[in-house]
Each structure stands twice: as structure tokens, then as C-alpha cells.
């Protein structure tokens, strides 16, 4: 079982070195393997050069499946161990050069992914010798494998200590980012001695290397590195050192640190807490030119985390940070615009006057860098926009797409016209500007639509459309979306009859003119579902407007069986169903036609919806009419705009990633890797409780119908038609128009009133309505007549600031019915069954037996807000209690309701 | 905070690898690139700069072909990733002359030897080739800068061999001449962007300059430098009334929109002389970056007729004129025209 010739050849990679690769072919190889080979020997065929070698390391980098590479490498391997070995003790002239090759060659091996751990001894054995850059290799070998191998790394220790005393600084600092970055537990004992020696190294270089080593030990072992008081030193390092590069590692280990530690130990959080402290804050302001560019974006994002204590020293502050709004790098532009963002957050005319001033560094930085980096500005840019549009809407040219730009630069550009012109429009009525902005967007828009590139035509249509549902004055613009229709281009024609569906459902007063021209398209030309489902839907609608309507569907009836999408034919049962109701004689046949391939088909949904409509006529026609075709209202606002409280969630992480992917950061990142100062520092050890699980569910929803705007609309449509049975055009005006509509009593009555004592995350699901904690049955009796909002919200900065602000208005240790402790068990049992009184949790932690919790509430059409802290000590059952209060006078009376909703908690 | 940096060919081959914190999977480069190939099924969308997959957030920018890419598991800024990998591709070109596959490949040590002093347990330490110079050890083995693409921008108007573009110059920063002599010298480039729209008859619609001035410095000794701009630069429109000047452009007064400048560029004669005063750090970086859309005389002006010859047939006369003296050429024209895909010549 010779594997193919071909496959001995080894591909060796960089240098055409002296070992060429010795196959020790190995001769039982399994039948599955020999597959295998010929395999892999059918890509090396190809090869030479190192490029496709890479692509086959990477194959085999899963843990060399594939035994005959394996041992190929393996000779080559070996051939290196040799060759290691014999200079291992050489001190001749050269070796040092011959050396240099040979580890060159081990560390490209290693880059691509082949495992040269074997050779660990002899590159320790050869790392004896004053050549800097044969050190440095032979660390970053060391680092690479001492992590899984750590009985090799014991190997490292002894040289690499004796290097952290070495004479040359260089030498030092780099023995010990090696030591640290080893990663072993079992030799945390090692790193303890070098790196407090480090710490105060006279050589700069050694202490900020030491800095960061602190931070690596703590990631092996924390209580090492707490116990041997490094934070404190860093701490000390950081206030005290010379050199900005230092300070600023510290800063950054102290930030990580104290962040993570911060969920176990009060001091922890305390010191955590003292990073934003006034002399701290100042300390690194007045010095922030020193430190490096990077350095500086770590600084302002400490300082945007500080609350300034009057008007006077956030203006001292912006002026002292004004030029940095000037420096090139963009990340630090980013990071100051959000420091005066948020500092003047309160200050109405100060923040609009901070627009007005971060506007053209913005746009400068859109313009200077390379396409990435202006993605990642115009990400921001476009977050503003939507905040404030009428302060950019003079600057909309500057939205333009240019032709050679990539299409996501172009899309967030596309969207950014599209909020600037909407506000513009009201605005250039008081202005008297000469020249309709609004249709000068739409104008260049158009433009795009005929673009050869279809992906951004599709995206000009959308943002045409968009336009049109967000004006009063949509004239002009219906006018453009039909001629759009008469470009006949088939994705043109069929993003446009998904938009025309929408602004009918808005302005139903253009149907006659749309109607016109949606007559004259061709089923035939429209392939794509959404479009097709469009198009029948207007042909069901208005039926008795066009004339043809019953014939068309007729034909598309007899081609039922090659509609492939089931959301097409959903749409044409009921389209046909309207059809029939209005204008019967012409339409029986394909009612008929219709339910038969409707109740045969193979889809669930299809099938259910044709059964019910054919029982539904043989119950009573008049009744059909009434929940197939009733009189509707137009849509005022469509559902799928992204809901305040998430935007300004995205508001608060500026300059993250949150506005990119726009979404707040708990939706894409794991708890654990929120990152230092993710959480407001006032709430202590505190984490910010889990989303009660309806909003979660409400916010995936809102980033759904975000994805796809106007496009999601007829989909969710569907979803929610399917729930309630029928007229899909009722589902999205529950939103507006809420529980009056004649059919939801027809047809859904019982539905939801088992939903009602379900509980209600099913109302949410089944309504679609995105409010958080707003479909609370009416709260439960309370003692006082005080009447707290069911919807109230608070963000957690906010909360942080009252919490500061206001005094405690009422304190006291009361105690629990230990039935009510033992509920504690499950974490979010309490605050569910707070929530369920209208009092919300807004962080929550803690470990057995001491919990602490903060809720607030606010009074029912008021914006005043309680705030409470609530301490609870499991096995003593006992509860400290403070409340904050904005209106002081309520204070006691909501003292007794939350106590008595605090003791009707017991196990559920 | 980081978590790895890559650099993937065009094929998506691993050519650096460094993985700072070990809390992204190893695998990550493969599936980074799977995504970035395969964005939209019909292949026609880019893939955007920043993405998160399974709670990792992917950055990248294309430098000549090549990915730069870093990983992370936590909120970072976008922009921080984005200009800190821009700025590892301009301090490697800086130590290897030439960036592109076969340097990278050659200097891969040399480039480990980098990424070590520039990140350190994913926080950044420092990205100035001049600060760099003193801890990196390894010499770079240069590459043949004969088979490289043209020089971009840059290229455009240059002439002869007397002046040359910074951008052209392929030295690194630490290699020796043969010789062991060093020459002194320093590059400044101009380059400016300009983007304008003309309407169907020929009338510019909108306008706009992008500039940057752009320094190589290979001077020993760090001296300070001065460099004095044009006397009649405004800077921002409220600074002077953009009024005045229309239609006179013979004045020479240039209004900046606005400006940013290098870290190391002290103002504290701009606003008498306009003079930028600094110590320019080794390597290549840009001095200022600014934006005009004062109205200004674009170099070619472009004109188009298209008249329909029947059904199936289009004539396209397409007219550039270059509006400059005679005395200066331009060279590496290139000239587009997006057709649909169906179009046969």
C-alpha cells in the first residue's frame, strides 16, 4: 500500500533548505486512510510553491488527521531536531547564522500550522547565546507551546528567569513577556519574583512589559496576583510613574483587573469605582498629550464613564479635549465626540451645538482613510444622523454615493438620505429654501436605481420608498416609483411592486393611480416571491378597480402546482377570496379552483388557510366579508422601526461595535466578554439583571424587521395572519389601532382570552407589540392609591445618576417570610414577581446569602421616579431597604407598596 | 483589546498568525475567510469591514490584496481595530520597503518581531516605526521592487526620474544603502482625491478634494521641520465667506472645509503664517489630511453623447479633455464605464 508517487514529494515551504523531506512512508495504512491520500496527493500534484502547502497544513492543522502528512512532516521534523541538536553546544563563529535558519524554519512550520513541539528541548538546549534575534525567536516558539505542553515549559523556566536578570534591558523585558505569556498554572510561583522585580525595573520598556504581565498572571492565576498585591502596586506605578506608555498599562490591567474581580470583592469594585474619582479623572486629562495615540483612546473612554459635577467643569473639559477632535486617527476623534456626547447629554443646547462642531472632523475622517475605516465613521455618522437629521440635512451631499465606492459604504450612505431628507422637507417649508431638498435626494437616488449594479438599484428603491412612507408630500415620489415600473427591468419592476403594496397601505388615496400601471405588469415578468405576493395582493384589494384582476388570478390559479413559494400562494387564496366577494360571477371558477389545490396542498399552512376559507363561505358569505375583506384604516406608522429605548441603548456604547452591527451590545456578546466598565460602576458588584424575556424577545424581533425594512413588513403580515387566521392585512394595525378592530372580535376572541390567562409574553408574540414589561396584567390591589406606570423605563446610566443625585428619602431593615427566601433560589423569581407590580429591576447579583437588588418606578403619568436598593440577607431574612425618591411627599406611600409587594413573594 | 491578528492572502492562506489572548478559536482565520468569500450566495456583495460570527467580531481592511485582520469577543470601537490594522500594514511596509506577498513571506520573523512590540496581550502598544526601530533587531530582506503594481495616485503626474513620489520609494527604513552610507532624505507627497459629478451637458454637479500631505522621512538625527503652506488658507467656511471669493479664483485663496493633523505637528504658527512645524518620526505618515469643496477648476472636464442606432445598438461618444498646461503630462489614465452585463461590443 505504496501511497501515490506524488504524494512523497514534500512541499516545502520558504527556503529551498537542505532537508528535503524523507518520507518514512508507514506501511499499514488503512483502506480509509489510502482514500485519504489520494486525496491529498491530487492537491500536492499541484503544488509548489508555499502558498498551496499552507492550505494543506491547514488541513492537516486539525490535529494531523492525515497520517502519511503527519509522518512526512514528521522527517522533516526530525532532520531539524538533528540539526539543532548538534549546535546545541557550538560556540564556533557562525553558528549563531546557521541557528538563525534553522529556527526560522521551525517557526514558519509553526505558522502554518504543523506541529513542531518535538523540538522543544533542543530550542531551549540552542537558546543559550547572546543573539538577541535568536532569543526572540526562540520565545515566541516557547510562548506558542509551553501553554500545552507544560512539562516542556518547566524546561524554559530556568533560562528565562536567569534572562530577567540580565544586564541589557531589552533582554530583561523580553524574558519576562515570555514568562508571563507562558500561560501555565502549575509555574505561577515562578512569575511572582521577576515580575515584582519588574515592576520596578529602572528601564521603562521593562516596567510597561511588567505592567501587562501583571494582567496575564491574573488570567492564570488571579489569587496569585491579588494575594502577591500586585493590583495595588500597579495602582501606585500608575499615579506615580514617569513614562505615559506605563501608565497607561496599568491602567488598562487595573481596568481588566478590578473588573472582573469587581463580581467578588466590594474593595475591588470600590477601587474600580475609584478610577473615575475627580483627581484620578484630572490626572490623566491634564497629561493626555503625553501619552501615545492608543493610550489616549483608552483615557477618554475612562473619562466618557465620568459624571462632571457642574456646567463650569464640562466646559473646562471639552475646551482642555477640543484639538483632539483634530488628530488624524480617527479612533481617537470617535472617543472624544463621545466624552462631549454624553458629558452635555443634559444640556439641550450645548449637545446641539456639539453636533454643529464634531460635523466636519466627522466628514473629514469619512474622506481621509481607506474604505474601512470610513465604513466604521460613517457607521457613527449614520447613528447621529438618525439622532438629529435636520443638523445634517445641509450636508446631504455629502451622502452621495460615489460609483467606486464598496457597496457597504454605499448602503449606509443610501440610508443616511434617506432620514436627512425626510426632516428636511418641514424644515425647508420654514426656511423658505428655493429648491425641495427632499426631491434632490430622490432625485440622485433615482439616478442610482438605474444602476448596472442590481444589489444597488434594489437598496435605491428601498430608500426611495422609505422616503415616500416618511413624507406628507409623496406626490412627486409615487410618480417616480411608477415610472420605475415602466423601466422593465425584472429586479426593478419587482422591488418596486413591494413598495407600491406599502405606500397603498398608507396612502390608499393613490390607489387609482398606482392601480393604472400595476394593471398593465405582466404576472409573467415577476418571479420573485415577495414581488409576487406584492402584485397579488393589490390584485385582491382592488379587485373591483382593475379590470382584469379576476383573469389574472385565474391564470396564476392554473399554475399552481409550479409556485414554488407557499407564501405566494397563501397570498392567492386570499386574493382570490377578495376577488370573489366583490365581483362573484367572474370569479367562482377560480374560487373553486383555488380552495381545491389549497386544501391539497402539501404546505400546512396553505392547506389550513383554504380549509377555513371554504367553511368560512359555507357558514355564511356575509361573514367571510367580514373577516376576509373588512373596511380598513391606513397604516400610519409600519411596525418595524427600531423602538427608542434599544436606540438609545446603541447611543450610550458609541464608538463600539453596537453601532455598526446597530444593536445593543447584550445581543452579540457573551456576558463574560463585555469588557471592562460594560456595567455603570455606581451599581457596585452589581451586574445588569437579564432582560425580562419578553423585551429580549421583542428586540430580536425589532432587529428582524430591521434587517429587511420595508420588505419584512409582508412577511410579518404573514406570521401574524396565520395567527389570528385569515385577513393578513389586519395583523400590523393592531399596533395603531389596538383591540377596536370588528374582525380581531370576530375571529380571535377566544384566542385571546385563553391567551390572557396564559400569561402574557403570548399577547406579545401574538401582537407583535415591542414594549418591554408592557403587557402586565392591571397590577394587583395595592395598599395606597398610589398608581405606578406599568411601562415605566430607565436606563442604567440614568438610574446610576439619580441614584447619586437624589437623597434617601426613607431607609429601614425589615424583615422577609422565609418562604419567600427559599424562592430566591431561582435568580430571576424576584424580579419577575416585582415586575409583575410594576416595580423593575434594573441590576441585580450577588452570592448566597447577601443579594442585592435595584429596582425603580415611576408614577403612572408622571415622569417621577422611585429608586430602590434592597439588600437581602437569605439566612437571617432579613432586608435592608433605601429608597430614592424624585417626589418626596410619595416617598412613604410607595415605601408601603413595595414592602407589601416585597412580602407577597413566595415561592410561585 | 484584541484577540488574534492574521494576515491571509488572496487565497486564504495563513501568512501571520498571532494569537494574543487565546480566547478566540484557533480555526478562526478559515472560518473568517469561508465568510468573507461566500458574504451573499450571488457573490456580489462585499463583505462589510467589521462582522460578528458566534460571538466574535471579525475586522479586516485589504491592504494590496492582502487581509489584515483582527478578532475580538468584546465591544471594541470599530474605528481603534480598523486604523490599528492599517497601521501595522504601514509600519511593516515601512521595515520591509515593499509590502506585498512575497516580503511578507520572506520577512516573517521579522514581522512576528513587530507584532510582538506593536500589541501586548491585545492592547496596543505602540505603532511608530521610529519607537519600533529601537526594539525590532531583525533586518529585512528586501524584496525587488521591478515586478511591483503602479504607484496609484501618486503615479499621475509623475515625470522623469528627478521627482519622485514618496510612494514610490521602496526603501525600508532601517536597511543599509550598499555602501553602508546612508542617504538623508525626505519624500512629501500630495495627494489629492478629487471626485466630481458632471451632469449629462458637461456642468459640474458637485465637487470635492480630499488631500493628504504625506511624509517619508529618512533623515538621521530627527531635525525639525518646517513647512509653510499657502499664505491665503482659510480654514472652515465661517472662517471667511465663500462669497467673496466665487468667481475669483485668480486670488489663490484656498478654503479647507476642514482639516486634522499628525500627532507629532505642533500649530503653534498656523494661525500667524501657516507654517506646520514638526519632528518627523521615521517612516511614512500623513502630515495633514484636509477636505475642500470650494469650487475649484477640476484637471479634465468630460463629456458624453449617447444616441440610440437602433433596437439593439448604442453609440457612446465619450470626450475627456485635460485642462492643465501642455507642459505636464498624466500618465496611467484610466477611464471607466459601468455597462450592464448583457452589453457585446
Given at each position: 500500500m505504496a501511497p501515490p508517487a506524488q504524494s512523497q514529494r514534500s512541499p516545502s515551504p520558504s527556503q529551498p533548505s537542505g532537508c528535503v523531506g524523507m518520507l518514512t512512508s508507514e506501511g499499514d495504512l488503512g483502506c480509509g486512510e489510502m482514500a485519504k491520500l489520494v486525496n491529498c496527493s491530487f492537491v500536492f500534484s499541484a503544488t509548489q510553491t508555499l502558498g498551496n502547502a499552507d492550505k494543506n497544513s491547514d488541513d492537516s492543522n486539525s490535529r494531523n488527521t492525515n497520517p502519511h502528512f503527519g509522518s512526512n512532516r514528521k522527517g522533516e521534523v526530525s532532520d531539524l531536531k538533528m540539526q539543532l541538536r548538534q549546535l546545541a553546544g557550538s560556540r564556533a563563529p557562525g553558528s549563531d547564522d546557521t541557528k538563525r535558519e534553522l529556527f526560522k524554519k521551525v517557526i514558519s512550520y509553526m505558522t502554518i500550522g504543523i506541529d513542531v513541539s518535538s523540538v522543544f528541548s533542543e530550542m531551549v538546549m540552542c537558546s543559550a547565546t547572546s543573539d538577541i534575534v535568536l532569543k526572540k525567536m526562540c520565545y515566541l516558539y516557547v510562548g506558542n507551546y509551553a501553554k500545552h505542553n507544560p512539562d516542556l515549559a518547566l524546561l524554559t523556566i530556568n533560562f528565562l528567569q536567569r534572562d530577567c536578570k540580565d544586564e541589557d534591558p531589552m533582554i530583561r523585558g523580553l524574558a519576562l513577556r515570555s514568562l508571563c505569556s507562558l500561560g501555565v498554572a502549575n509555574l505561577v510561583e515562578y512569575l511572582v519574583g521577576p515580575l515584582g522585580s519588574g515592576l520596578k525595573d529602572g528601564s521603562s520598556y521593562v516596567r510597561t512589559i511588567a505592567a501587562v504581565g501583571v494582567l496575564k498572571l491574573y488570567h492564570i492565576s488571579a489569587s496569585t496576583c491579588v494575594d502577591a498585591d500586585f493590583p495595588a502596586l500597579l495602582k501606585h506605578l500608575m499615579l506615580k510613574d514617569k513614562d505615559a506608555q506605563v501608565v497607561a498599562n496599568c491602567l488598562t490591567s487595573l481596568q481588566e483587573i478590578w473588573s472582573l474581580e469587581a463580581s467578588t470583592s466590594e474593595e475591588a469594585a470600590r477601587e474600580r469605582e475609584a478610577l473615575l474619582s475627580k483627581p484620578v479623572i484630572y490626572y490623566f486629562l491634564n497629561r493626555i498629550r503625553e501619552f501615545s495615540e492608543w493610550a489616549q483612546c483608552t483615557i477618554l473612554d475612562l473619562v466618557s464613564k465620568y459624571v462632571p459635577s457642574d456646567s463650569d467643569e464640562i466646559f473646562d473639559m471639552m475646551n482642555l479635549l477640543e484639538d483632539r477632535l483634530q488628530h488624524a486617527n480617527g479612533a481617537v476623534v470617535l472617543a472624544t465626540i463621545k466624552v462631549f456626547l454624553h458629558m452635555t447629554l443634559s444640556m439641550t443646547d450645548v449637545h446641539q451645538q456639539v453636533y454643529e462642531r464634531i460635523k466636519a472632523p466627522l466628514l473629514t475622517l469619512v474622506s481621509s482613510g481607506s474604505p474601512e475605516q470610513s465604513y466604521a465613521v460613517l457607521s457613527h455618522l449614520h447613528l447621529l444622523v438618525m439622532r438629529a437629521p435636520f443638523i445634517f440635512s445641509s450636508d446631504y451631499k455629502h451622502f452621495y454615493c460615489q460609483y467606486n465606492e464598496p457597496f457597504y459604504v454605499k448602503k449606509l450612505k443610501l440610508e443616511m438620505l434617506t432620514s436627512v431628507a425626510n426632516e428636511s422637507n418641514t424644515y425647508e417649508i420654514v426656511q423658505l429654501r428655493p429648491k425641495s431638498l427632499g426631491s434632490i435626494s430622490v432625485t440622485e437616488l433615482c439616478e442610482y436605481v438605474a444602476n448596472v449594479d442590481i444589489p444597488m438599484a434594489r437598496e435605491s428603491i428601498r430608500a426611495v420608498g422609505k422616503i415616500a412612507l416618511q413624507q406628507y408630500d409623496v406626490n412627486a415620489i409615487v410618480d417616480r416609483l411608477l415610472q420605475f415600473l415602466e423601466m422593465e427591468k425584472e429586479h426593478v419592476t419587482a422591488e418596486t411592486l413591494v413598495l407600491v403594496k406599502d405606500l397603498l397601505r398608507k396612502y390608499p388615496q393613490w390607489s387609482q393611480d398606482c392601480i393604472a400601471v400595476v394593471g398593465n405588469i405582466s404576472s409573467k415578468n415577476v418571479q420573485e416571491p415577495k414581488a409576487k405576493a406584492a402584485l397579488i395582493w393589490m390584485l385582491g384589494e382592488y379587485a373591483q378597480d382593475m379590470q382584469d384582476s379576476p383573469y389574472i388570478l385565474e391564470s396564476l390559479i392554473e399554475n399552481w402546482d409550479e409556485e414554488n413559494s407557499a407564501e405566494v400562494r397563501l397570498h392567492l387564496l386570499t386574493a382570490v377570496m377578495k376577488c370573489f366577494l366583490r365581483r362573484p360571477p367572474e370569479t367562482q371558477k377560480a374560487l373553486g379552483a383555488a380552495l381545491a389545490a389549497g386544501v391539497a396542498d402539501f404546505h400546512q399552512d396553505v392547506h389550513d388557510r383554504a380549509l377555513f376559507y371554504y367553511r368560512l363561505l359555507q357558514y355564511e358569505v356575509s361573514v367571510a366579508e367580514r373577516i376576509v375583506n373588512p373596511p380598513k384604516q391606513a397604516v400610519s406608522v409600519f411596525a418595524d422601526t427600531q423602538n427608542n429605548e434599544i436606540k438609545d441603548r446603541i447611543f450610550d456604547e458609541f464608538n463600539s461595535l453596537s453601532v455598526v452591527y446597530q444593536k445593543p451590545s447584550y445581543m452579540f456578546t457573551d456576558k463574560e466578554h463585555q469588557g471592562p466598565f460594560a456595567f455603570s460602576e455606581e451599581l457596585g458588584n452589581l451586574s445588569i439583571s437579564a432582560e425580562p424575556a419578553d423585551s429580549v424577545v421583542a428586540a430580536q424581533r425589532v432587529e428582524e424587521n430591521d434587517q429587511d425594512l420595508l420588505l419584512g413588513t409582508s412577511e410579518k403580515e404573514e406570521s401574524q395572519g396565520s395567527g389570528n387566521n385569515g385577513s393578513a392585512y389586519s395583523a400590523p394595525s393592531y399596533n395603531t389601532t389596538g383591540a377596536a378592530q370588528p374582525q380581531l372580535d370576530l375571529v380571535s376572541l377566544d384566542q385571546l382570552s385563553t391567551v390572557h390567562t396564559s400569561g402574557s409574553l403570548a399577547i406579545d408574540e401574538l401582537l407583535g407589540l415591542g414594549m418591554p414589561a408592557a403587557t402586565e396584567p392591571s397590577p394587583a390591589p395595592l395598599p395606597s392609591d398610589l398608581k405606578l406606570n406599568a411601562k415605566a423605563s430607565l436606563d442604567p446610566k440614568a438610574f446610576q445618576q439619580k441614584w447619586r443625585q437624589l437623597p434617601v428619602s426613607f431607609s429601614q431593615e425589615i424583615s422577609i417570610d422565609p418562604e419567600g427566601v427559599a424562592a430566591m433560589a431561582t435568580p430571576q423569581a424576584l424580579p419577575q414577581h416585582m415586575q409583575s407590580h410594576s416595580i423593575n429591576c434594573i441590576a441585580s447579583g450577588g452570592q448566597a446569602p447577601n443579594f442585592k437588588f435595584f429596582f425603580f418606578a415611576q408614577k403612572a403619568e408622571e415622569s417621577s421616579s422611585y429608586l430602590v436598593e434592597c439588600i437581602i440577607n437569605s439566612s437571617s431574612c432579613k432586608v435592608q431597604l433605601k429608597i430614592k425618591a424624585d417626589?418626596?411627599?410619595t416617598s412613604q406611600a410607595f415605601s408601603e407598596m413595595f414592602q407589601s409587594v416585597l412580602s407577597k413573594f413566595t415561592l410561585p | 483589546m484584541i484577540s488574534q491578528f492574521f494576515v491571509l492572502s488572496q487565497r486564504g492562506d495563513n501568512i501571520v498568525f498571532r494569537d494574543y489572548r487565546s480566547d478566540v478559536q484557533k480555526g478562526s482565520a478559515e472560518i473568517f475567510f469561508r465568510k468573507v468569500k461566500f458574504w451573499k450566495e450571488d457573490g456580489k456583495e462585499e463583505a462589510p469591514p467589521v462582522f460578528n460570527l458566534d460571538g466574535v467580531n471579525y475586522f479586516h481592511v485589504k491592504v494590496v490584496g492582502l487581509l489584515f485582520v483582527a478578532t475580538t469577543r468584546i465591544n471594541l470601537s470599530p474605528s481603534l481595530a480598523l486604523e490599528l490594522l492599517q497601521r501595522i500594514a504601514r509600519v511593516i511596509k515601512d521595515y520591509l520597503g515593499v509590502l506585498n506577498e512575497e516580503s511578507l513571506r520572506k520577512n516573517f520573523v521579522l514581522v512576528y518581531e513587530l507584532l510582538d512590540e506593536v500589541v501586548d496581550f491585545g492592547y496596543v502598544q505602540t505603532t511608530s516605526t521610529e519607537v519600533l526601530k529601537s526594539y525590532v533587531f531583525n533586518e529585512p530582506i528586501v524584496v525587488d521592487a521591478a515586478r511591483l503594481p503602479p504607484l496609484g495616485p501618486a503615479a499621475l503626474f509623475m515625470q522623469g526620474t528627478k521627482r519622485m513620489p514618496g510612494t514610490a520609494v521602496t526603501k525600508s527604513v532601517v536597511a543599509h544603502e550598499p555602501g553602508g552610507r546612508k542617504r538623508e532624505e525626505i519624500f512629501v507627497d500630495i495627494i489629492e482625491k478629487i471626485s466630481v459629478t458632471f451632469s449629462s451637458s458637461g456642468y459640474i454637479l458637485t465637487s470635492e478634494i480630499d488631500g493628504t500631505i504625506q511624509m517619508k522621512s529618512y533623515l538621521t538625527g530627527n531635525p525639525e521641520i518646517r513647512l509653510a503652506l499657502n499664505d491665503e488658507l482659510y480654514i472652515?467656511?465661517?472662517?471667511?465667506?465663500s462669497y467673496d471669493y466665487s468667481g475669483s479664483s485668480g486670488t489663490g485663496a484656498v478654503i479647507l472645509d476642514d482639516c486634522n493633523f499628525h500627532e507629532s505637528v505642533h500649530l503653534d504658527s498656523f494661525d500667524v503664517d501657516r507654517t506646520l512645524s514638526l519632528v518627523p518620526p521615521d517612516g511614512e505618515f500623513p502630515v495633514m489630511n484636509y477636505r475642500i469643496t470650494q469650487e475649484f477648476k477640476p484637471p479634465f472636464s468630460i463629456n458624453t453623447l449617447i444616441e440610440?442606432?437602433?433596437?439593439?445598438k448604442a453609440e457612446v461618444i465619450l470626450k475627456i479633455r485635460a485642462d492643465f498646461p501642455s507642459s505636464i503630462t498624466a500618465n496611467t489614465i484610466l477611464v471607466e464605464m459601468p455597462l450592464p452585463t448583457c452589453t457585446t461590443r
Open positions: 417626589d418626596q411627599s | 472652515g467656511k465661517g472662517g471667511i465667506s440610440e442606432a437602433g433596437s439593439l
